[in-house]
């Protein structure tokens, strides 16, 4: 499995970005894909998880009611819609993958990694 994250960019306060996550190979309904953030001098830390077959998502309490995971298996993409966003919400995005329908929040469970995309949020 290989994830491309894209759709990082320079936001206001108060303003939303989409992020998208695009994965080749094989992608099963018993996976899991994720999105976490890391913020300079911090470590990487859990943002939402979706599982692949739809209908589980689940969020970090400092993201929930602002932002949204979704998944397209089309296009094999999901997607990371960011509204209302704060300056504390500047950081590397990266979406992750693995296999298992538990929530997992911990990033050494995952095994397939995108590489990063860059969110500023200016105040």
């Known amino acids: 499995v290989q994830l491309q994250a894209s759709g990082g960019g320079l936001v206001q306060a108060g303003g939303s970005l989409t992020l998208s996550c695009a994965a080749s190979g094989r992608i099963f309904s018993m996976y899991r894909l994720a999105w976490f953030r890391q913020a300079p001098g911090k470590e990487r830390e859990f943002v939402a998880t979706i599982l692949w077959s739809g209908g589980s998502t689940y969020y970090a309490d400092s993201v929930e009611g602002r932002f949204t995971i979704s998944r397209d298996t089309a296009k094999n993409t999901v997607y990371l819609q960011m509204n209302s966003l704060k300056p504390e919400d500047t950081a590397v995005y990266y979406c992750?993958?693995?296999?298992?329908?538990?929530?997992?929040?911990?990033?050494?469970?995952?095994?397939?990694w995108g590489q990063g995309t860059q969110v500023t949020v200016s105040s």
């Open positions: 992750a993958a693995r296999q298992g329908v538990v929530v997992i929040t911990s990033r050494s469970r995952y095994a397939y």
